[in-house]
């Protein structure tokens, strides 16, 4: 079956080069069965490209080792869920992955938006067409994932630390987000392309770039949610490159969210958006490719491959193009509407902007100077956590302080009178909340208290924003408060939407500085009887339990765990050994207060032979509002993303499209 | 009311340089970042270093008590060096393995800094540290 | 492995038919141009583009007003040069 494989990816390729060959010249000739051809080859290419995932799934359902694939990435007792997601465990299948997401996707801009954007759509085509062009030829030319061998007796298996809930949805969920990318991008290049000045392809795109956002957004909380209770060294980021690599177009994707909305509102920053979405496309192919080969020293990533020099030739390729096409319509982009003052959204969403991509351009710096020191001074110097926290202080404060302040200013401009009286509550809440954590103790750290006053400050402009709306709506429409409520929400889902979310990244805020901040760390040596004190709890090393399951030594360090007078449970931190893979995974054990968010971090770092243990125990408070942070991010990007039947009759009146279905 | 000049540019171009700024500032006052070298390249290096390489045995000693010896030597070389670490072992830790640690070379021992020794994952798409 | 060889080539006899399908459907097509908007059509988009800014901006000045964002004299302010402006959009687009 592996030759079903090999010639559905070459059909595909094959499929994507004619869509690129017929879409530029349909599109240039303005020849209409010819662009709808090149169309129907992006949807043949993706049921291509699914027959050839099919066989590799069926491969790894069966267990079939002689795909050199299956017999890599899997074992006879892996879990068929594991097996499963084995799809993506390795370089070829994560290639094939990314293609079947992209051919996916790129099926759906076809069919969502064949009726109302046909122009558009003739010069999109074969940009996506092209991209998948590459992807196509890796997997044909450079990583079959079809290769086979003389069967083995048994695969080489999974390695168990990988083998849970996280990372089955940790790189679907982030491909999703940077495939997802690809399609504003490739409309931004439409639009240059059709010589298009209007707004059209933001329209288009606005939910799949929230869309993709989100993914990329949900997949990196996975991910460190993943780090923090499966790994175990007590932090859920380290900076890694491969962090690093989802988090930068994420950023991007965040600044051009918000500039979008300028240019809807305002016909403002037109090549400042091309550029944007450039960068934050090229940042997501640079993350697959940081990932994917070798070329950074990361922990990730350590295998050389053949893949690395393909990627930068062909993320090279994708920024000359881009960047000639937005040189060449340049006079086309030129906006006329000015700022018209230093103190308006328009400006806060600016400055907003640029703190984004400051931060993105130095967190793109911090993970390229190894490479770059290496390449001029012979060796490869590294940043490391110092470099990247103080500029996600430098950069990230004044942008939770935005967060703020942005909802609070009115669009165009704003008298300084009227500021006052919005500004006055959100800044006395926020004063308040300051004096009281110092109270609390939270003075030890000026970063802390910053941090926490504007987190406040934001808190409370967004309370008053819905406040404010509610009773608006309520004087206007009458009913009962919570119809108001809903029905605010209901008819400004972007803006209120947007606001659930700014309150989730709230909770991030404050749970990433309370749990880095304000955590305390000891670590004690312990035989069976000792205590140890950290912050209040008492935790008692009562003994070491081994259990042999069937595929592991599982030992765990029972300790009896107290507050004050009152018992909080048994804690069994410990090590599990594998035989098979002859490898020692750490078990951390994870007491949450589910009250204050607080976690009883403890770690067994080190069992020996006579019974004591070494233990580090750390207590993060307010932890757990990270991954709350989680569900209410979805839950505002969903509000935002949910269709909005008056604003689709509106766009389909404005571009003539009535009583089609117009993608918005 | 129309201005002359656009403020937006005036904007951009003082921010860009306030970002300039805090970064040159904070490279002149931190430094540049920790030299990654193999166990050849040590030689000469007095500062602060991150020591990348392939685990040589015999690992002997308590990484919690007196300290963990072992050999690191070049991915692709001979050349080895005795380490001296303290701190978290990571449970990829093998002899053959790869790790970075950070530390400075004393005497002919590099003395690690506790809590720097990460391992890297042998051959699969995998994160493990300590 | 025959029947991998004949399952790939059923698919690329139906893809491939598939991609041909818009010259199969009209093989004498009386109009294959393009449905590109005119420059007629284009300004008309950008004018009904305007508009629809000029109308938004009124709504929400409307709103942030009523939610005490916008001071009364902001308000009377900003209303003047904005509905001219709406009127302005709407008028152009009618020509």
């Not at chain 1, 470099?387 to 942005?406: D, E, S």
């Not at chain 2, 970064?23 to 000469?44: D, E, H, M, N, V």
């Not at chain 2, 670490?85 to 830790?93: A, E, I, K, N, T």
Request: charged residues 15%.
């Amino acid at each position: 079956m592996a030759e079903l494989g090999r010639a559905a990816l070459v059909l595909t390729l094959g499929l994507v080069l004619y869509a690129v060959a017929a879409g530029v010249y349909a599109a240039a000739a303005r020849r209409r069965r010819l662009a709808r051809s090149a169309q129907n080859a992006l949807l043949a290419a993706f049921v291509s490209t699914a027959v050839a995932a099919a066989v590799l799934w069926a491969a790894l359902v069966r267990r079939d080792f002689s795909f050199v694939y299956v017999a890599g990435h899997t074992a006879t007792k892996l879990p068929l869920v594991y097996r499963l997601s084995a799809f993506w465990g390795g370089q070829e299948g994560s290639l094939l992955l990314w293609l079947l997401i992209l051919t996916g996707f790129g099926a759906a801009a076809v069919l969502l938006d064949r009726r109302a954007t046909r122009d558009l759509l003739a010069w999109v085509t074969p940009v996506l067409g092209g991209v998948a062009v590459f992807f196509a030829f890796m997997l044909v030319a450079v990583a079959s994932p079809f290769a086979t061998q003389a069967a083995p007796a048994d695969g080489a298996g999974l390695n168990p630390s990988l083998q849970n809930p996280y990372m089955l949805a940790h790189p679907p969920l982030l491909y999703l987000g940077y495939v997802g990318l690809t399609i504003p991008w490739a409309f931004g290049m439409g639009a240059l392309l059709s010589g298009r000045t209007d707004e059209r392809w933001i329209v288009a795109t606005r939910r799949w770039t929230l869309a993709a956002w989100m993914f990329l957004g949900i997949g990196q909380l996975l991910g460190s949610h993943w780090a923090y209770v499966e790994v175990g060294w007590g932090g859920y980021y380290a900076w890694d490159p491969v962090e690093n690599a989802a988090l930068m177009p994420w950023l991007a994707a965040t600044a051009f969210l918000h500039s979008v909305m300028i240019q809807e509102k305002r016909g403002m920053l037109r090549v400042w958006n091309m550029l944007l979405v450039i960068l934050a496309f090229g940042l997501s192919l640079f993350g697959t490719f940081l990932t994917r080969s070798g070329v950074i020293n990361s922990i990730h990533s350590f295998t050389q491959s053949s893949i690395g020099a393909w990627f930068v030739g062909f993320i090279a390729v994708v920024i000359a193009f881009s960047l000639t096409l937005v040189f060449w319509r340049l006079p086309l982009l030129r906006s006329k509407t000015k700022l018209e003052s230093l103190v308006s959204r328009e400006a806060t969403f600016l400055y907003n902007n640029l703190l984004f991509v400051a931060l993105t351009l130095t967190i793109l710096w911090g993970v390229t100077f190894p490479i770059l020191s290496e390449a001029v001074r012979g060796t490869a110097i590294t940043v490391s956590k110092p470099y990247y926290n103080f500029f996600l202080r430098a950069f990230g404060l004044p942008l939770l302080l935005l967060m703020g302040i942005g909802p609070l200013v009115p669009w165009r401009r704003a008298s300084l009178r009227s500021l006052e009286r919005t500004f006055l509550w959100p800044i006395g809440v926020a004063v308040a909340a300051g004096v009281v954590l110092v109270f609390l103790g939270g003075g030890s750290s000026s970063v802390g208290l910053i941090t926490y006053t504007f987190a406040a400050f934001v808190t409370a402009s967004i309370v008053f924003e819905f406040a404010r709306g509610t009773r608006a709506r309520h004087a206007l429409a009458g009913g009962s408060w919570l119809r108001a409520f809903t029905g605010l929400i209901a008819r400004n889902r972007r803006r209120y939407g947007g606001y659930v979310v700014h309150a989730a990244i709230v909770l991030l805020a404050v749970g990433i500085a309370g749990s880095s901040i304000y955590q305390t760390v000891r670590e004690r040596k312990l035989r069976p009887g000792q205590t140890m004190t950290v912050a209040g709890y008492t935790l008692a090393y009562r003994s070491l339990q081994v259990k042999t399951g069937p595929n592991a030594t599982e030992s765990r360090a029972l300790l009896a765990v107290s507050r004050g007078k009152s018992s909080l449970g048994t804690l069994g931190p410990g090590k599990n050994f594998y035989p098979v893979e002859q490898q020692t995974s750490n078990e951390v054990a994870i007491r949450s207060n589910l009250v204050t968010g607080e976690d009883l971090y403890v770690i067994a770092d080190q069992i020996n032979r006579d019974g004591s243990v070494y233990f580090k125990v750390l207590v993060k408070p307010a932890v757990n509002l990270i991954w709350l942070a989680g569900f209410v991010f979805v839950l505002g990007s969903v509000i935002a993303l949910w269709p909005d039947a008056r604003e689709e009759r509106r766009l389909a009146e404005r571009y003539g499209t009535a009583g089609a279905a117009v993608r918005a | 009311m129309a201005r002359k000049r656009n403020p937006a540019r005036l904007v951009i171009a003082l921010s860009v340089a306030a970002v300039l700024a805090v970064f040159l500032l904070y490279t002149s006052i931190a430094g540049g970042g920790t030299p990654s070298l193999k166990p050849s390249q040590l030689a000469g290096h007095s500062g602060r270093v991150s020591l990348a390489g392939a685990v040589v045995g015999p690992v002997t000693g308590d990484a919690h008590q007196g300290g963990l010896h072992f050999r690191v030597k070049d991915i692709k070389g001979t050349e080895s060096v005795v380490v001296l670490y303290v701190g978290s072992v990571p449970d990829l830790f093998k002899v053959g393995r790869h790790v970075v640690v950070d530390g400075r070379l004393k005497g002919g021992t590099f003395v690690a800094v506790p809590d720097t020794l990460v391992t890297k994952c042998p051959s699969k798409y995998t994160p493990k540290k300590s | 492995m025959n029947l991998a060889l004949v399952l790939a080539a059923l698919l690329a006899v139906a893809l491939v038919l598939y991609v041909a399908r818009p010259f199969l459907r009209e093989p004498e097509a009386a109009d294959d141009a393009l449905d590109t908007p005119g420059a007629d059509e284009l300004r008309r988009l950008e004018l009904a583009e305007e508009r629809d800014r000029a109308l938004q901006a009124l709504r929400e000045l409307e709103f942030d007003h009523r939610t005490g964002k916008v001071s009364d004299e902001d308000y009377r302010t900003l209303l003047g040069p904005l509905r001219r402006g709406a009127a302005e959009a709407l008028r152009a687009l009618d020509r």
